[in-house]
C-alpha cells in the first residue's frame, strides 16, 4: 500500500510539472509571436508613412501567402470570410516574384 501511494504522489508531481512547464512554453510562445506581429505591422506602418505603397502591397502579400498556406495545411478548403480574396493574393504573391520581405 505505501508503494501505491509513492507512485500517485510521483505520477501527480509529474502531472503538475507537465502543465506548469506547458503553461509557460505558452506563454513565452505567445510573447514570441505577439513580437513578430507588432514588428511587422510597425514595418508595414513605417512603409505606408514613407509612400512605399508598393513595398505594402509586396509585404502584405508575402504575410496572406503564408498565412493562407498554413490555413490550408490546418483545415484544407473550409471557407472563411475572404477566403477567395486571400486565395487570390496568396496566388499573385506566390507567382509574381514581386514578393521580397523585410528590409
Known amino acids: 500500500m505505501k508503494?501505491?501511494?509513492?507512485a500517485v504522489?510521483?505520477?501527480l508531481a509529474l502531472a503538475?510539472?507537465?502543465f506548469?512547464?506547458?503553461h509557460f512554453g505558452q506563454r513565452i510562445d505567445d510573447r514570441k509571436h505577439l513580437a513578430?506581429?507588432?514588428n511587422m505591422d510597425v514595418n508595414l506602418y513605417q512603409k505606408a508613412e514613407s509612400g512605399d505603397l508598393a513595398?505594402?502591397?509586396s509585404q502584405l502579400g508575402f504575410f496572406i501567402l503564408g498565412q493562407f498556406n498554413s490555413y490550408a495545411q490546418h483545415f484544407g478548403d473550409t471557407p472563411f470570410?475572404?477566403?477567395d480574396d486571400a486565395r487570390?493574393?496568396?496566388t499573385i504573391a506566390a507567382t509574381n516574384g514581386s514578393v521580397i520581405g523585410f528590409k
Not at 3 to 6: A, L, S, T
Open 81 to 83: 470570410l475572404h477566403y
Open 20 to 22: 506548469v512547464g506547458y
Open 88 to 90: 487570390r493574393i496568396a
Open 16 to 18: 503538475v510539472g507537465y
Open 36 to 38: 513578430l506581429s507588432l
Open 9 to 11: 504522489v510521483v505520477l
Open 55 to 57: 513595398g505594402v502591397k
Open 3 to 6: 508503494i501505491f501511494k509513492i
